[in-house]
């Protein structure tokens, strides 16, 4: 069965830190997608970023990058200099091939990560 | 504005009745997903609905139906309302049936208080 964990409950931080939130997944298919959502305290959920799992490649947007590792079945998020406005709940979430339950998104429980002044 | 309209924003409802909740997907999308977020759960899959067919179930309650119509709005059905069923549902589209190979789109959500 597909799992994702994200091990962190809550993390909090002081502006300007880095921090990096884990998501570690298990499924059996060889394709397969890997996500984060943001969802801050208005209760949407916005889209940051898609891997599918043939490319490894670590991607940088801004002060976001993440770290896709499939030996540690690990695809985590870390936030440079962080900021007040980062402060939200992050999703980990899977998605495997069409059909059935897979095709659908997999989510972790969420970090939520509170940014103080 | 994702392009994802749910509809209502909020809702505050009695034990025991029946509510509808409505998700138009984003214009071009074909599938529709209905997401329940809850305290305890955390983001559960439901169904989803593909030109009008269903094409997969996740963890809904045989108390729970959808629906997704010729024009592809998709409804959300929950009766017989308990506590336990407040939640915020989110309505996801996206444009194929392999979603993930072109990404979901999600509405802002229905929050759901039952009294």
């Known amino acids: 069965a597909q799992k994702v964990t994200q091990a962190q409950t809550e993390i909090s931080v002081v502006e300007k830190e880095d921090v990096t939130l884990d998501c570690v997944y298990e499924?059996?298919?060889?394709?397969?997608?890997l996500f984060w959502y943001k969802q801050p305290p208005s209760g949407e959920l916005v889209f940051l970023i898609r891997r599918n799992s043939f490319d490894e490649q670590n991607e940088i947007s801004g002060r976001y990058s993440w770290n896709f590792q499939k030996s540690t079945s690990s695809f985590n998020f870390t936030i440079t200099a962080s900021q007040v406005v980062d402060s939200a709940v992050y999703f980990c979430?899977?998605?495997?091939?069409?059909?059935?339950?897979?095709?659908?998104?997999?989510f972790g429980k969420g970090t939520k990560l509170s940014v103080k002044p | 504005d994702s392009g994802v309209t749910q509809t209502p924003k909020h809702l505050i409802t009695a034990t025991g009745q029946r509510v509808t909740l409505r998700c138009s997907p984003r214009?071009?999308?074909?599938?529709v997903y209905w997401y329940q977020q809850s305290l305890d759960q955390g983001l559960q899959f439901l169904i989803q609905?593909?030109?009008?067919?269903?094409?997969a179930k996740g963890n809904i309650l045989e108390r729970f139906s959808a629906q997704q119509f010729p024009d592809l709005h998709s409804e959300l059905n929950l009766s017989s309302l308990e506590l336990g069923d407040s939640a915020l549902y989110f309505c996801a589209s996206s444009v194929a049936l392999a979603a993930a190979n072109y990404g979901y789109t999600f509405g802002s959500g229905t929050r759901l208080t039952v009294v």
């Open positions: 979430a899977l998605s495997g091939m069409p059909g059935g339950s897979q095709g659908n998104l997999i």
């Open positions: 499924t059996r298919d060889t394709t397969y997608y």
């Open positions: 214009s071009g999308d074909l599938s």
């Open positions: 609905y593909y030109n009008g067919e269903e094409r």
